[in-house]
T-cell receptor, first 115, second 111 residues
Framework: DAGVIQSPRHEVTEMGQEVTLRCKPI?????LFWYRQTMMRGLELLIY????????DSGMPEDRFSAKMPNASFSTLKIQPSEPRDSAVYFC?????????????FGAGSRLTVL | KQEVTQIPAALSVPEGENLVLNCSFT??????LQWFRQDPGKGLTSLLL?????REQTSGRLNASLDKSSGRSTLYIAASQPGDSATYLC??????????FGTGTRLQVFP
């Protein structure tokens, strides 16, 4: 298995533009997580899905952020409109259910810079 | 609410030293704890998973212990090497499904 695949690896955009980050989890994993990492706040959980259903999106900072998981092999995290404070590394991770009891596998991350 | 803290925030040591990294959590009702490693510009790699029924786990030169009652875990690295240089994070489950991460310890091992 190629692991958790994220794209793009790097994105530079201007304030106000729409940003879409993509994630392909490991086949057979039922849980998918989106995390955001910044120097100031460390790793923050944004949202997680179980069997393609959003279970907890309490970490999503505001309505500008949305996430979808249309099928078991694909998820997106969208920011519209983007702001400079959204600059961070966004990680996707997947794991078996229940995820807390098993090892999570992280993708390499998508580094977002909003100018 | 679960809060996870790691000390020290940064550590720089010469090669060969034995190291102890600390992790503290406020809610002791956890059923496991994980230690991860993160290399610069990379994702996280799971190192060790300790179940609540266990007191420690070992993998090569790494040994992690868990004391639920005191809300603490330690990661012991024996005979450190420059290749061990990375950020080490601990994480505990919250509300069963979510992993809450600590603030991390940035380790540098110099030759």
């Amino acid at each position: 298995d190629a692991g958790v695949i994220q794209s793009p690896r790097h994105e530079v955009t201007e304030m106000g533009q729409e940003v879409t980050l993509r994630c392909k989890p490991i086949s057979g994993h039922n849980s998918l997580f989106w995390y955001r990492q910044t120097m100031m706040r460390g790793l923050e959980l944004l949202i997680y899905f179980n069997n393609n259903v959003p279970i907890d999106d309490s970490g999503m900072p505001e309505d500008r952020f949305s996430a979808k998981m249309p099928n078991a092999s694909f998820s997106t995290l969208k920011i519209q409109p983007s702001e400079p404070r959204d600059s961070a590394v966004y990680f996707c991770a997947s794991g078996p259910t229940p995820p807390g009891a098993n090892v999570l596998t992280f993708g390499a991350g998508s580094r977002l810079t909003v100018l | 609410k679960q809060e996870v803290t790691q000390i020290p925030a940064a550590l720089s040591v010469p090669e060969g030293e034995n190291l102890v990294l600390n992790c503290s959590f406020t809610d002791s009702a956890i059923y496991n704890l994980q230690w991860f490693r993160q290399d610069p510009g990379k994702g996280l790699t799971s190192l060790l998973l300790i179940q609540s029924s266990q007191r420690e786990q070992t993998s090569g030169r790494l040994n992690a212990s868990l004391d639920k009652s005191s809300g603490r875990s330690t990661l012991y690295i024996a005979a450190s090497q420059p290749g061990d240089s990375a950020t080490y994070l601990c994480a505990v489950p919250y509300n069963t499904d979510k992993l809450i991460f600590g603030t991390g310890t940035r380790l540098q091992v110099f030759p």
